[in-house]
């Protein structure tokens, strides 16, 4: 694999093919399947992750349940199940529906249709990471430092990324000098994704922990904080990765901006605000356990959130593929 080249996910034939992420950044392992099953406890276990990844690849385990026997009972079945994965990302339910949308009971030909209409939604995000990427560049000055969260790049879409994919497009043009990666606890998707793809595409960054991001914008060392969303409200609240509305009250004290980047499939309509977003929460072992190794007793009770929620008025500006949202967020 040459440098810059990650290719997540995608068919391979009539097989679906996915890079585990749980296994980066210290081995590159590539899982092959044929069921859809597969694809739904790899996105339950993080082997595949980030809201419109998980869409495109829940689109491709759609597809997939068809391959064999083109049933409608079974299709549905399917639906519920890629449905049940993963409740925040809203992502995963707008692709699912789309495929259900285009199944037609009795047709016979549904698995190359669905196939068909995956790739779609998977080129729809691809170009939609494009646009992100501009819109938000033309945010950045140069030159800049600036902090990101958990993972956003093409591990976490069907492109460029969101945005990572914003920082990417930013230091092509010269306006990045350095990009500070917060670990993201428990799972260090930020430790192990985003520098894995940052170093990937020669960008120059250093790991910090959480818990650091006071310090780095207190002494002035970002000059922006740019996350992705895994749901917007139509308020304009979005839930991300725990730790992100942190990042956000810094980002208020210390006026500088807090951006966020997601395709506009993100944004749900249907909810007011952000106390409507479902927020999953997460087996106690991803804080008890790290790599095999026993971090505190088992009997110690665990709260752990996968997601918060960073209230519209703390986000400088929403990048999407139709452009830049700010506050006061109007997506009708």
Known sequence: MKKGDINPFGFDGEIFRFLDQ?????????????????????IERLEVRGAPAIGVCAAYAL?????????????LRAAERLKRTRPTAVNLFWAIDKM???????????????????EEIHLHE??????????????????SNVITHCNTGVLAVAGTGTALGVIKQAFTEGKIKHV??????????????TAFELERAGIPFSVNVDSAAAVIISQGKADLVITGADRIASNGDSANKIGTFNLSVLCKQFNIPFYIAAPTTTIDRSLRAGKEIIIEERDASELRRHRGAEIFPAHYPVYNPAFDVTPAENITAIITEEGVFKYPYDFS
Do not use: M, W
């Open 180 to 193: 500070y990666v917060d670990e993201t606890r428990p799972l260090y998707q930020g430790s192990r994704l």
């Open 100 to 118: 259900i949308s285009h199944y037609i009971p009795g047709a016979g030909d549904n698995f190359h249709r669905l196939k068909i209409t995956a």
């Open 22 to 42: 749980t296994k980066l950044p210290l081995e590159e392992v590539y899982v092959e399947t044929g069921h859809y099953e597969r694809i739904a406890e790899a």
């Open 63 to 75: 597809a997939l349940a068809l391959k064999e026997n083109d049933d409608e009972e079974l299709f």
């Open 126 to 143: 691809v170009n939609n990471c494009a646009r992100i990427a501009q819109h938000g560049s033309a945010l950045i000055k140069s030159p």
